[in-house]
C-alpha cells in the first residue's frame, strides 16, 4: 500500500526528514512515536502535500501512485487523510457544506456524480453518531468556537465522511481529557478495515491502550531508529526516549 | 410587437426633437463631446421635458460649473476631461452579432462560470435571438401584476411624462443638485434610468430587477433612480445584473434617491461587475454614485451591494434617518484585484429619536488593489437614544494589496450608543491547505473561505442574486492569492 523510501525534506535550510523509510502494508496500524522535534510532524505534513516543505529527495509510493508528484489536493482525493494537530478554523463556512466540497472533490475524481442530498445527510448522521458529534456542531462553522475535543471529534467525523485508503493521524491525543480520548478512539477502531491503513503518530503510549498498534516505530533525528511490535510503547513509556537518540551529526544543530 | 413599437416610438421622439431647432450639422444620434449650457438643453429637449426640468437641470448645470473635482478619496487616477465626453447618445439598437463566435471568448468564459444560459449568453452580448419575444411576454405580465397594485415602474424618461407630478415632487429632495461634484454633473445631463412608485400600503409581490425594464438599456452614464415608497409600503429592488458589463463609458456618475415614507420598508441591492480594466489597470470605468434614502418614522432602508467591478469606485450608499424609529443598513462586500481602487462606505445620519443603524462592512483585496471603507455615522442632538453598530472587515490576499478604514462618528446627543468593530486578516496559507488535505482544490477552497467570510452580507441578497453573487466573487478572486 504505501512504500516510503530514504525520505529526505527540509524547511528553508533546515533538513527535518534525513532519510526516512517505512512500509505500510493494506490493514495495517504503524505507530509512530519519537521526542519532540524529532520529525514526526513533519513527516505527516509531507505525506500530506504541504508546501512548506520542500522535499529533497527519497520517494513515496501509494498503490503504484508517485505521491510527491500530487498537489495535496490530489492526495486527498486518492484517498490520503490527514487528522490535524490543530484543526484550522474557517469562519462562515458551515461544516456540512465543507465535507459536501470534499467529498463532491473526491467523487468527481471517480467520475462520479454529486452525492443526492438525502445520501450525503443519511452519510452525515451515521458518521457523527460515530464519535458523538451532534446536530448543533455540525451545522456550525468549521471548527470556529469548538473546543479542543470537539475539534478532534470532528476531524474523525470527516475522516469517516472520506473515507480514506491512508489516514494519518497526527497527535490526535493532544488535549484530549480521558473521555474525549475514548470516543475519539472508538471512531478510529471502527474505522479499521483489511483495506485501510493507519499511521498514528503520538507522543503517548496512552493513546495506543486505546488504539492497539500493529507495529511501533520510534523516529529520532529525522529517521526511524527502532521498530517493533505495540510491546515497544511499553518500553518507552518506562525507558523514555533518550537511550534510542542517535547523536546528532547535524553540527548548525548543536 | 411591443420592441417594434418601441423603437418607432424612439425613432418618432428623436425625430420630432430635431424639429425643435437642433443644430442640424449632427449626423447621428450621439452629439458632440463638450458640456456648456447649450448641451444642457439639447439633452432636456430631445426628451421632450417640461420647463421646470430643463431650469432645475440648468440649475445644476451652474452649481456643477463653480465647483471642483473632489479628491479626498483615497484613490489616485488621471481626473477625466469633462470636456472630451459626449452627454447625449440616443437609445437605439446595438449592433447585432450573428452568432456567439463573434462574442469576446473571455467574456463567454466569465458568463458560462456563472451559469449563465447560452440564450441568455446570446442576449446579453448582443446576439440576435428568438429569446426576445419571450422575454416580451414575461416582462408584459409582470407589468400587467405590477399595474393592478397602483405600482409604477418604468423608465424615469417615462415617468416624467406620464407621471410628472410624482418626479417634480420627488427628484432632488434626497440628493440636491449642489450635494457634490459628481451629483451636480448627473443632474444637469442625466440621460435615464429607473423611476418606482409602490402606493400607500402596498407590498411589491416581486423585486423590482431592472433586469426586466427590456429596451431600457443603454441609459448610459449618468444614470438617475427615484424610488418612492408610499406609507407602509414595501420593495425590494434589484440594480443592475451579474453579467460581465464590458462597458465603453469610462465615467459613470448615477444618482439614486429613496423616499421611504412612514413605515415604509425598501431593500435595494446591488451587484456591480462592471470593467475593472486590464491587470495594469488600464481602461477600466471609473464609477462615481451617489446614493442615498430618507427615512421617514418608523420607515427602513437597507442598502446591501456586491462591488467587485470599476477601476475606482467611490459610492457611499447612505441613510437620512429623519422620521423617528426609522431604520437604516448598509450591508457591503467590496472586493479589488490587480490595480482595482474602492473608497466606499456609508453615511449614517440620525436625526430622529430612537433612530437604528446597523453597518456591516467586509472588503477583500488582492493583487495590487487599495481597498477603503470610509464610514460616518452622525448622531444629531434630537436623536435620544439611538444606537449604531458597525462591523468593518479587511481580508487581505497578497502582501501588495491595501486595506483602510476611515470610520469617521460624530456624536451629539449623550445617550446614543455606538459599537464598532474592526479586523484585518490576511487569507491563511493552514486554511487553504486544510482545504486541500481534504480534497478541495486551491480555487475552489479560496472561494470557499472568501464566501464564508462575507456571508453576513451575501445572505441580505435576495436568493437569486445570492447565488450569482457568490460565483462572481469566486471569479473575481481567480488566481490572486500570493
Not at chain 1, 62 to 80: F, N, P
Not at chain 1, 152 to 165: D, G, S, V, Y
Not at chain 1, 166 to 186: F, M, N, P
Not at chain 2, 193 to 216: A, D, H, W
Amino acid at each position: 500500500m504505501l512504500k516510503i523510501n530514504n525520505l529526505c525534506a527540509k524547511v528553508g535550510d533546515n533538513e527535518i526528514l534525513k532519510g526516512l523509510s517505512l512500509e505500510v502494508k493494506p490493514g495495517e496500524l504503524h505507530a509512530i512515536m519519537g521526542p519532540n522535534g524529532s520529525g514526526k510532524s513533519t513527516l505527516a505534513a509531507v505525506l500530506a502535500g504541504r508546501d512548506l516543505y520542500e522535499v529533497t529527495g527519497g520517494s513515496v509510493d501509494l498503490d503504484g501512485i508517485d505521491l510527491l508528484d500530487l498537489e495535496a489536493s490530489e492526495r486527498a482525493r486518492e484517498g490520503v487523510f490527514l487528522a490535524f494537530q490543530y484543526p484550522i478554523e474557517i469562519p462562515g463556512v458551515s461544516n456540512l457544506n465543507f465535507m459536501k466540497a470534499a467529498l463532491n472533490g473526491k467523487r468527481a475524481h471517480r467520475g462520479l456524480e454529486p452525492i443526492k442530498a438525502k445520501d450525503f445527510l443519511e452519510k452525515v448522521k451515521e458518521c457523527s453518531s460515530l464519535v458523538e458529534l451532534d446536530g448543533r456542531l455540525r451545522d456550525r462553522s468549521v471548527n470556529e468556537g469548538f473546543s479542543g475535543g470537539e475539534k478532534k471529534r470532528n476531524e474523525i467525523f470527516q475522516m469517516a465522511m472520506l473515507e480514506p485508503k491512508l489516514a494519518i493521524l497526527d497527535e490526535t491525543d493532544s488535549g484530549l481529557d480521558i473521555d474525549a480520548l475514548r470516543v475519539v478512539s472508538k471512531g478510529v477502531n471502527a474505522m479499521r478495515s483489511p483495506e485501510r491503513s493507519f499511521i498514528v503518530i503520538t507522543h503517548y503510549q496512552r493513546l495506543l491502550e486505546h488504539i492497539v498498534p500493529d507495529f511501533v516505530h520510534v523516529l529520532s533525528n529525522g529517521k526511524i531508529v527502532k521498530s517493533g511490535g505495540k510491546e515497544l510503547a511499553l518500553e518507552l513509556e518506562e525507558k523514555g526516549y533518550d537511550w534510542l537518540k542517535e547523536p546528532s551529526h547535524d553540527t548548525s544543530n548543536a | 410587437m411591443e420592441r417594434i413599437d418601441e423603437d418607432k416610438l424612439i425613432d418618432e421622439v428623436t425625430g420630432k426633437n430635431y424639429e425643435y431647432g437642433f443644430t442640424t450639422d449632427i449626423e447621428s444620434d450621439t452629439l458632440p463631446p463638450g458640456l456648456d449650457e447649450d448641451v444642457v438643453r439639447m439633452i432636456s429637449a430631445k426628451k421632450n421635458e417640461p420647463e421646470w426640468l430643463l431650469n432645475w437641470r440648468l440649475e445644476a448645470f451652474k452649481v456643477w460649473s463653480e465647483m471642483t473635482e473632489p479628491d479626498w478619496a483615497h484613490v489616485e487616477y488621471e481626473k477625466p476631461d469633462f470636456q472630451a465626453i459626449s452627454y447625449y447618445s440616443a437609445p437605439k439598437q446595438k449592433k447585432e452579432l450573428a452568432s456567439l463566435d463573434e462574442v469576446d471568448p473571455e467574456l463567454l468564459k466569465t458568463m458560462e462560470k456563472l451559469g449563465i444560459s447560452l440564450e441568455e449568453q446570446k442576449r446579453l452580448s448582443g446576439v440576435a435571438v428568438d429569446f426576445v419575444m419571450d422575454s416580451v411576454s414575461v416582462a408584459t405580465s409582470f407589468k400587467e401584476k405590477l399595474g393592478e397594485l397602483g405600482v409604477i415602474f418604468c423608465s424615469l424618461g417615462e415617468a416624467i411624462q406620464k407621471h410628472p407630478e410624482l418626479v417634480r415632487k420627488h427628484l432632488g429632495t434626497v440628493v440636491p443638485q449642489r450635494d457634490n461634484y459628481y451629483a451636480a454633473l448627473n443632474s444637469a445631463v442625466f440621460t435615464d434610468g429607473s423611476f418606482c412608485y409602490i402606493p400607500k400600503g402596498v407590498r411589491c409581490p416581486m423585486e423590482l430587477s431592472t433586469y426586466f425594464r427590456i429596451n431600457q438599456a443603454g441609459t448610459g452614464q449618468f444614470e438617475r433612480t427615484l424610488i418612492v415608497a408610499d406609507e407602509g409600503s414595501y420593495v425590494s429592488y434589484l440594480e443592475g445584473c451579474t453579467a460581465p458589463q464590458r462597458d465603453e463609458n469610462q465615467l459613470h456618475a448615477a444618482v439614486v434617491e429613496i423616499i421611504a415614507n412612514d413605515e415604509a420598508e425598501v431593500r435595494y441591492s446591488t451587484v456591480q461587475n462592471w470593467y475593472p480594466g486590464d491587470k495594469d489597470g488600464k481602461g477600466g470605468v471609473f464609477n462615481f454614485v451617489t446614493k442615498r434614502g430618507l427615512c421617514h418614522r418608523a420607515a427602513k432602508i437597507s442598502w446591501t451591494q456586491v462591488e467587485t467591478g470599476s477601476a475606482i469606485t467611490w459610492k457611499y450608499p447612505s441613510c437620512i434617518l429623519k422620521g423617528d424609529d426609522s431604520i437604516g443598513e448598509f450591508f457591503s462586500v467590496a472586493v479589488t484585484n490587480n490595480k482595482q481602487q474602492a473608497d466606499t462606505g456609508t453615511k449614517m445620519i440620525h436625526i430622529g429619536k430612537r433612530t437604528r443603524s446597523t453597518i456591516i462592512s467586509k472588503g477583500i483585496s488582492s493583487g495590487h488593489s487599495q481597498n477603503s471603507y470610509r464610514g460616518l455615522v452622525q448622531i444629531h442632538p434630537g436623536a435620544e437614544n439611538s444606537r449604531n453598530f458597525s462591523v468593518c472587515d479587511s481580508l487581505l490576499m497578497t502582501d501588495t494589496c491595501g486595506a483602510h478604514t476611515f470610520p469617521y462618528i460624530e456624536v451629539k446627543n449623550p445617550t446614543a450608543q455606538i459599537e464598532h468593530e474592526a479586523s484585518t486578516s490576511k487569507i491563511g496559507d493552514d486554511q487553504i491547505f486544510y482545504c486541500q488535505q481534504r480534497g478541495i482544490e486551491e480555487e475552489e477552497a479560496i472561494g470557499l473561505i472568501v464566501k464564508g467570510y462575507a456571508k453576513d452580507v451575501l445572505n441580505k441578497l435576495p436568493m437569486e442574486f445570492a447565488v450569482e453573487a457568490q460565483k462572481l466573487l469566486t471569479i473575481s478572486l481567480e488566481g490572486s492569492v500570493g
